[in-house]
């Protein structure tokens, strides 16, 4: 008995968490996603509300009261007319009581003999002053009666059937009705305009610093130059566009210190390289001397893919409009060099601001690395509003998907996957991924349909 009433609570659980999930899943696809919308919604839903309930508060207890009160008094006047008309029904007391009617309660009464009620009119479907006021007349006459509040629209008329005669009665439309509302809602309504233009306004300010820094940012994190960057605005933001700028320094300062350092390694080591020819080409070619020629020249190729890649290149050269096109058909005529099959495609606008040697390098490392291990290339580029797509296919063993991450870290060389004896560094990839990501984009690994390897650079323009 237990075990079953634990299950049903277990299952209403999950039924009511089920359906918070759902709820709330609609709840942010309806919403918006921006700020600046966002902090609109906070300042314009409270506003709504409180003008919602203040417009009803005025309308069920003030507008209704008062508009039932002024009908209940022009109603006990026509009934007291009424009453006077049947006690004292000669020509002369009709006439001292249209008197009486237009001087003492500002009602015009006429007395039509013979006559009988008009058929009913049609009705308002919604309106607080034909309820009330045939309302207060049906609590007050106790005769026939007809009434017309949708005719003229400064008088109301009433008709009530007294013995052999019916009296009309007009009565002005402000007598019974609190007709300057509508003066109340313009207020409250043009008020609340003002005052959503002015938060608009203040609020776009407030929004603008914040957009300024995503804006920087992103640039930054795309290598391009940040130019015209200020802190602003309110001092929580300023005290993070302070940290991005000092963040920033830190990041470039780390740069310079590591390219200074390595470029003293780098002459060192040449010199030393150098020495090491000097040496060789003054003892003569031999079998000995042109083996350690070749591993001079490996060292110093291998050296030189060390310093690309602790150095980044990349950092100090800015983005300028780079034909891509052209660096896919360099890489296609640098592949042919190598006696591999290799065919070039670019589609849409080749103009693309980019840092033009890191991508070139990025699109080289990659087709190298498909003809040392494949025959035939296939390199494809594609930008549209968005983004540059390079796809560059090869028909070698390919990487096992497992292993696909695991290439771009540095030095790493899959034996199994790749030939071992086809040289390199093990820098290829990687030195490919930072230009890439350098670029604020990515380079990922697939299946090709060429049946090996596809590497694909996708580059945000």
Partial sequence: MRDAALERVRRARARWHDVNLRFGGWFNRIMPKGLFARSLIIIVAPMVILQSVLVFVFMERHYNTVTRRLSAAVSQDIAALSDLATAFPDAADQERIKQIAQFTMNLTVDFLPDQHLPPPGPKPFFSILDSNFTGELGKRLQRPFWTDTVGNSNLLEVRVQLDGKVMRVFVRRTQAYLS????????????????????????????????????????????????GFRPRGAREVRGAALAFLEMKRRIERQIEQRTTMLAGVSHDMRTILTRFKLELALIGDSVETEALRGDVDELQSMLEAYL??????????????????????????????????????????????????????????????????????????????????????DDGPGIPPDRREEVFRPFVRLDDARNQDAGGSGLGLTIARDAARAHGGDVTLSDSPLGGLRATVRIPV
Wanted: overall charge neutral.
């Fill in 180 to 227: 300057n509302s509508h003066i109340f809602l313009v207020w409250m309504v043009g008020t609340s305009l003002v005052l959503l233009a002015v938060a608009i306004l203040f609020l776009r300010n407030q929004i603008k610093p914040i957009e300024a820094l995503a804006e920087a940012a992103a640039a930054f994190g795309k290598g391009r130059d940040v130019t």
């Fill in 308 to 393: 690309a890649f602790a150095r980044d290149d990349s950092a100090g050269e800015l983005p300028a409009l780079t034909d891509v096109s052209r660096i896919l058909d360099d890489a296609r005529r640098n592949g042919e060099r190598h006696g591999v099959e290799i065919e070039a495609r670019f589609t849409g606008e080749p103009m693309v601001m980019l840092r033009a040697d890191a991508f070139r390098r990025c699109i080289g490392n990659l087709v190298a690395n498909g003809w040392r291990h494949g025959r035939k290339l296939a390199i494809n580029g594609n930008s549209d509003a968005r983004w540059l797509t390079v796809t560059v296919d």
